[in-house]
């Protein structure tokens, strides 16, 4: 079993598990499953256990794709982790972090 998901659940896409490099290719394969659809992408981080860089690179890719398609991501319940990961990699504002 897959321990990074990705779930659609009232308006906003549900992570859950382990967002790093073991788990993320996986869930690059499969993202047009919770991305699909128009309008902007909000995105609750708040069962997510561990996160890495290749986590962090993931979702300014996924930012990236949205705003080539006019769509905003927004991040909600970002641990400590990923705050971290984003302020030394210095790309904070680019999420809106701040």
């Not at 073991?22 to 996160?51: M, N, T």
């Amino acid at each position: 079993m897959n321990s990074l998901s990705f779930t659609q659940e009232k308006n906003q896409v549900v992570v859950r598990g382990l967002l790093d490099r073991d788990h993320v290719g996986a869930a690059w394969q499969s993202r047009q499953d919770w991305l699909s659809g128009s309008g902007d992408v909000s995105v609750d981080l708040q069962g997510v256990e561990k996160v890495d860089s290749a986590g962090l690179a993931m979702l300014i890719q996924v930012k990236a794709e949205l705003l080539q398609q006019g769509r905003e991501l927004a991040l909600h319940n970002v641990n400590t982790q990923l705050r971290q990961f984003a302020e030394v990699s210095g790309v904070t504002e680019l999420l809106s972090l701040s």
